[in-house]
């Protein structure tokens, strides 16, 4: 990305907000050199967990502090963010991080997806196709997959070094053997180039494929873990199945109730109570139903200051 | 002679602080031959085991084992302290097996029974899930549980029933050597005689080779060939497994042949 500043990379600069003065994304430069240096690390070993200094971050940890860590340490003046929650731009983890950089770096912010150049993502992939140059940042609670399967982290460290899965193998065989199908349904398991098995994150299943190929820079932040690990460009991503149970992604057997789309993935939404309920796209910035407040005229970018008024569908 | 071993170990020895827990031990083994490891309990017997199955590294000594040439390797004796990691790894989970004394500490008792047999195929590789099943089916056959007990839990069986499933599950990968440890100690005396039957005509139609630690005689006559006395850490006697306890030649092996209680 374009980096913080013209000048030197360590000289800070300073954001002038009232009586709070912040570095440039909040961190210091110190520590977004430190985690730039990690992210190179983790994308030239697709899928590894790479341990760094996570800090303290203003928000509590299950927010998104590993996300935000490497947003801040990548994010430049040119720079045009979106950030989601569970696909939506207008729930309250979305508003409060975008917000956070609004007034710690002044960038751009946005809700459409093709107009970022940084989309930091918790719980979903944007439904719209990424392209080169752009960069997905997703929050990641638990980046061990093999968490509750292996309890020592020695251990699993090890599994990871000599890539040693089958445990992961017998959780998928212990599904079909009890359920009748890998229950598996979100932070679905995934084999990155070959070789690393990776969490990819609680996104749901459906979004599993979009992980593999994408032509967009994919990185994994843990803040409370403290590992950082990414997805580069074109990069094969499998979702591990068995050869007679292969891997498939949700299907719902209607549209989206506002915008009819019949591809993207869906929420229950209860609308009254009686009973009530319909399904709506995930990813507000896909849907095209007509309860989507959209500023019409300026390509939906936002400026510095705030967050979009009302993104959130009113039916 | 030497081209046929399969397991050398010469001057075996594991150290607790000061204290030997077994030490100076040297045997071969060769391809389909039992050995039982006898003493009573201190006597250093589960450490020997846990120091040739690689679970416990040596102190002093070596140990040699014939590994069958692959990938990750040449074949041939080769002493077990050189292999990398991961060949060790491999190795324990494909040639060797290893049956712990409980059951418990053997499986994975949180996933069935059938996942627990096809554990090694899968880490293996196997990604097919019918094969996988047919598979465990059939193990669970040869060791004489029912295949449609396949997706129970291992706690839903009873001890024996759970020690022929650490059988069925270490078995899967057809090792060459198999470690037991006390494989019958934990269970009442009429299953203890259908276990070791089942365990002799496996042994038998698989040819493996077993290390046997038990403080049973009767378990030694039964399956071993040849026997290890150990006292205090050190082999006070070894040889042909009749010969020791018709004609036990040390003073302990013969206070231990003569204090076997009998009916």
Same mark, same amino acid.
């Given at each position: 990305?374009?980096g913080?500043s013209?000048s030197t990379p360590l +000289?800070?600069?300073?954001?002038? *907000?009232g009586e709070?003065?912040y570095?440039f994304?909040?961190l210091?430069?110190q520590?977004?050199r430190?985690?730039?240096?990690?992210?190179?690390?983790?994308?030239?070993i697709?899928?590894?967990?790479?341990?760094?200094g996570?800090?303290?971050?203003?928000?509590?940890?299950?927010?998104g502090t590993g996300?935000?860590? @490497?947003?801040a340490?990548?994010?430049?003046r040119?720079?045009?963010?979106?950030?989601?929650?569970?696909?939506a731009?207008?729930?309250?983890?979305?508003?409060?991080i975008?917000?956070?950089f609004?007034?710690?770096?002044s960038?751009r912010?946005?809700?459409?997806?093709?107009?970022?150049?940084i989309i930091q993502?918790?719980?979903r992939?944007?439904?719209k196709a990424?392209?080169?140059?752009?960069?997905l940042?997703?929050?990641?609670?638990?980046?061990e997959?093999?968490?509750?399967?292996e309890?020592?982290?020695a251990e699993?460290?090890?599994?990871?070094?000599l890539?040693?899965?089958?445990?992961?193998?017998?959780r998928?065989y212990?599904?079909?053997? *009890?359920l009748?199908?890998?229950?598996?349904?979100?932070?679905?398991p995934?084999q990155?180039?070959?070789?690393?098995?990776?969490?990819?994150?609680?996104?749901?299943?459906?979004?599993?494929?979009k992980?593999?190929?994408?032509?967009?820079? *994919?990185?994994?932040?843990?803040?409370?873990?403290?590992?950082?690990?990414?997805?580069?460009?074109?990069?094969?991503v499998?979702?591990?199945?068995f050869?007679?149970h292969?891997?498939?992604?949700q299907?719902?057997d209607?549209?989206?109730?506002?915008c009819?789309? #019949?591809?993207?993935?869906?929420?229950e939404v209860?609308?009254?109570?009686?009973?009530?309920?319909m399904?709506v796209?995930?990813?507000?910035?896909h849907c095209?139903?007509?309860?989507?407040?959209?500023?019409?005229?300026?390509?939906?970018?936002?400026?510095?200051?705030g967050?979009?008024?009302?993104?959130?569908?009113?039916? | 002679?030497s081209?046929?071993?399969?397991?050398?170990?010469r001057g075996?020895?594991k150290?607790y602080?000061?204290?030997?827990?077994?030490r100076?031990?040297?045997?071969?083994?060769?391809?389909?031959? /039992?050995l #039982?490891?006898?003493?009573?309990?201190g006597?250093g017997?589960?450490?020997?085991?846990?120091?040739l199955?690689?679970?416990?590294a040596?102190?002093?000594?070596s140990?040699?084992?014939?590994a069958?040439?692959?990938?990750?390797?040449?074949?041939?004796?080769?002493?077990? #302290?050189d292999?990398s990691?991961?060949? *060790?790894?491999?190795?324990?989970?494909?040639?060797?097996?290893f /049956?712990?004394q409980?059951?418990?500490d053997?499986?994975?008792?949180?996933?069935?029974?059938?996942?627990?047999?096809?554990?090694?195929?899968?880490?293996?590789?196997?990604?097919?899930?019918?094969r996988?099943r047919? +598979?465990?089916?059939?193990?669970?056959?040869r060791?004489e549980?029912?295949?449609?007990?396949?997706?129970?839990?291992?706690? +839903?069986?009873s001890?024996?029933?759970?020690?022929?499933?650490?059988?069925?599950?270490?078995?899967v990968t057809?090792?060459?050597?198999?470690?037991?440890?006390?494989p019958?100690?934990g269970l009442d @005396?009429? @299953?203890?005689?259908r276990?070791?039957?089942?365990l002799r005509?496996l042994v038998?139609d698989?040819g493996?080779a077993?290390v046997?630690v038990t403080?049973?005689?009767?378990v030694a006559?039964?399956l071993?060939?040849r026997m290890?006395?150990?006292?205090?850490?050190?082999?006070?006697?070894?040889?042909l497994?009749?010969r020791?306890?018709?004609d036990?030649?040390?003073?302990y092996?013969?206070?231990? @042949?003569?204090s076997?209680?009998?009916?």
């Amino acid at each position: 990305m374009t980096g913080p500043s013209a000048s030197t990379p360590l +000289e800070p600069s300073a954001i002038h *907000q009232g009586e709070h003065d912040y570095n440039f994304g909040f961190l210091d430069e110190q520590t977004k050199r430190h985690i730039r240096r990690a992210l190179l690390k983790a994308v030239a070993i697709p899928g590894c967990q790479v341990p760094f200094g996570g800090r303290e971050m203003p928000l509590p940890y299950g927010w998104g502090t590993g996300g935000i860590q @490497v947003t801040a340490s990548l994010i430049g003046r040119e720079d045009v963010l979106k950030v989601i929650d569970q696909g939506a731009d207008g729930t309250v983890n979305a508003v409060n991080i975008r917000r956070f950089f609004a007034r710690t770096t002044s960038v751009r912010t946005t809700t459409r997806t093709e107009l970022a150049s940084i989309i930091q993502t918790r719980h979903r992939i944007p439904e719209k196709a990424l392209h080169e140059g752009q960069i997905l940042v997703f929050q990641v609670p638990m980046p061990e997959p093999l968490f509750r399967l292996e309890p020592r982290r020695a251990e699993t460290i090890k599994l990871h070094s000599l890539a040693e899965y089958g445990l992961m193998s017998v959780r998928l065989y212990e599904d079909i053997a *009890q359920l009748g199908a890998i229950s598996r349904t979100y932070d679905y398991p995934v084999q990155v180039n070959g070789r690393y098995l990776m969490s990819p994150s609680p996104i749901p299943k459906f979004d599993n494929p979009k992980l593999h190929m994408s032509p967009a820079l *994919q990185l994994f932040g843990a803040g409370r873990e403290k590992r950082l690990y990414a997805v580069p460009p074109y990069t094969p991503v499998r979702s591990l199945a068995f050869d007679d149970h292969p891997f498939e992604v949700q299907r719902w057997d209607q549209a989206c109730g506002l915008c009819g789309s #019949a591809v993207s993935f869906l929420d229950e939404v209860v609308i009254d109570d009686a009973g009530g309920r319909m399904f709506v796209c995930s990813d507000t910035d896909h849907c095209s139903g007509p309860g989507i407040a959209r500023d019409p005229q300026s390509a939906e970018t936002l400026a510095p200051s705030g967050a979009p008024a009302s993104l959130v569908p009113s039916p | 002679m030497s081209d046929d071993l399969l397991l050398s170990v010469r001057g075996a020895g594991k150290r607790y602080g000061s204290r030997w827990a077994c030490r100076n031990v040297s045997f071969d083994l060769h391809p389909g031959e /039992v050995l #039982a490891v006898v003493g009573e309990s201190g006597s250093g017997k589960t450490t020997l085991l846990k120091l040739l199955s690689m679970r416990l590294a040596l102190d002093e000594g070596s140990v040699h084992y014939a590994a069958r040439p692959d990938g990750s390797g040449p074949g041939g004796l080769r002493d077990l #302290a050189d292999l990398s990691e991961a060949r *060790q790894r491999m190795l324990s989970r494909t040639e060797w097996g290893f /049956v712990d004394q409980n059951p418990r500490d053997g499986l994975r008792m949180a996933v069935s029974a059938g996942a627990n047999v096809a554990e090694r195929l899968m880490v293996l590789g196997a990604e097919h899930y019918g094969r996988l099943r047919d +598979e465990a089916r059939d193990w669970m056959g040869r060791v004489e549980l029912a295949g449609d007990r396949i997706d129970d839990m291992p706690s +839903e069986f009873s001890g024996g029933m759970q020690q022929r499933l650490q059988i069925a599950r270490n078995l899967v990968t057809r090792p060459r050597l198999v470690f037991m440890d006390e494989p019958t100690s934990g269970l009442d @005396v009429s @299953v203890q005689a259908r276990l070791l039957d089942l365990l002799r005509s496996l042994v038998d139609d698989l040819g493996l080779a077993c290390v046997v630690v038990t403080h049973d005689l009767a378990v030694a006559r039964l399956l071993a060939h040849r026997m290890l006395v150990m006292k205090d850490g050190a082999v006070v006697e070894s040889g042909l497994t009749d010969r020791v306890l018709d004609d036990p030649h040390h003073p302990y092996t013969q206070l231990l @042949v003569s204090s076997v209680l009998m009916p």
